[in-house]
């Protein structure tokens, strides 16, 4: 039986569920809510609305029907006027802080999005084993006794012997009563991911293009951490040259210099290969870049790259060009004139703005890759 106070929490979060989701793409481009995370939930600020109630007023008598005043006349003393500079005494619209978990979290977001479910590449070659109470046994440590099982094993057997009086309903459960939790192990394959992010750092990626990066880095982090039981995640930054950085760094870095893309695909390669075998790990490549590279050359040895040595090991490649006045935006199209549609692992975006990030999301998820 659900109690009526259950009833009302359910309803309330299906309330926040439905305004989460009508509010989703302006969450999404909300990098203030990032920093509201805390270590399993989120914080997400709702309007909330004011239940109507009657308050006492100053006058200690009379009241509707009761004293002076016209049919028409305002109760409670004159509404003030929205432009008055004076204090009133209306009610405003406040903000309700609701935590929710990224669990749930990526399960609104895979719905209004339409994600379909990953399915992992290949074969896991890791097996997890799970213990799970599923049985009993009459033998066992006190500390795993089945207190319900053990009062029904003596209800039992007492009335069978005719000694259970119902004016007088006393169980004492003997040793041959006892029931015990007994486990099995369980096998489980998991399947681990890992997601390579690189961001070009030059001195064309301003803190919008890289706020842009940050904010839509979470977003596919929380969906790919719901898809995967272990989830890795690896930051290579370069200009001219590459390097591995912590998150912090990758997202706070401040550099300037030129672009040379393949220092990071080289890096990228060299990660793969260094520490996570494509038979056992899901692996995932983010690229963020303007668009702009030192030379055409350098452009083309990026694409081979990607081609012969990259797309093999991956589950899908990934990259989004984030709009700068000063990026030339032309890897994005020599990567498309190299990679048709045909080729589905390979992903593109244009992220003109953080409004465009719903849109980049959905490009890059929508496969189920």
């Known amino acids: 039986m659900v109690l009526k106070i259950e009833q009302d929490y359910n309803r309330f979060k299906q309330i926040v569920r439905g305004r989460i989701k009508k509010e989703l793409r302006k969450f999404i481009t909300n990098g203030e809510l990032i920093g509201k995370q ?4 989120i914080s997400i600020p709702l309007p909330q609305i004011d239940i109507p109630h009657f308050t006492f007023g100053s006058r200690q008598k009379g009241g509707v029907g009761q004293g002076e005043g ?14 008055d500079p004076q204090a ?22 895979g719905e209004e999005l339409e994600l379909p479910r990953i399915e992992p590449k290949g074969k896991s070659n890791i097996v997890h084993y799970r213990s799970k109470y599923s049985s009993l046994r009459r033998t066992g440590p006190d500390s795993l006794v089945h207190r319900k099982r ?17 004016e007088r309903p006393i169980i004492l459960p003997i040793r041959e009563d006892r029931r015990y939790r007994s486990w099995k ?17 030059s001195g064309s990626m301003g803190q919008e293009q890289k706020e842009i990066v940050r904010i839509e880095s979470f977003w596919i982090d929380t969906w790919l951490r719901s898809q995967y039981d272990g989830l890795e ?3 290579i930054i370069h200009d001219a040259v590459a390097r591995e950085v912590d998150q912090n760094t990758f997202y706070h870095t401040r550099e300037s210099g030129g672009t040379i893309i393949s220092s990071a695909y080289k890096l990228c390669l060299k990660t793969i290969e260094e520490d ?29 790259l990607l081609a012969n040595q990259m797309l093999p090991k991956l589950n899908v490649f990934c990259y989004g060009q984030v709009e700068s006045e000063y990026g030339s935006g032309q890897f994005l199209r020599d990567l498309n004139e190299r990679f048709d549609e045909k080729e589905e692992k390979v992903l593109s975006s244009r992220i003109e703005s953080k409004e465009k990030i719903f849109d980049s999301i959905k490009a890059f998820l929508g496969k189920g890759k």
């Open 70 to 83: 016209n049919p028409g006349d305002p109760l409670g003393g004159d509404p003030q006027q929205g432009d």
């Open 276 to 304: 996570y075998d494509p038979n056992e790990w899901n692996i995932y490549a983010f690229h963020f870049s303007d668009g702009d590279n030192w030379s055409s050359n350098d452009t083309q040895e990026c694409l081979g």
């Open 88 to 109: 009133g005494n209306l009610p405003g619209e406040h903000l309700l802080e609701v935590d929710i978990s990224l669990e749930e979290l990526a399960e609104i977001l």
């Open 233 to 235: 995640t690896r930051y």
């Open 150 to 166: 053990t009062y029904k094993e003596a209800l039992k057997r007492q009335i069978l012997a005719g000694t259970y009086q119902t």
């Open 38 to 41: 805390g270590k399993d939930l």
């Open 185 to 201: 192990e369980e096998k489980k394959p998991e399947f681990n991911a890992v997601v390579i992010y690189m961001m070009d750092v």
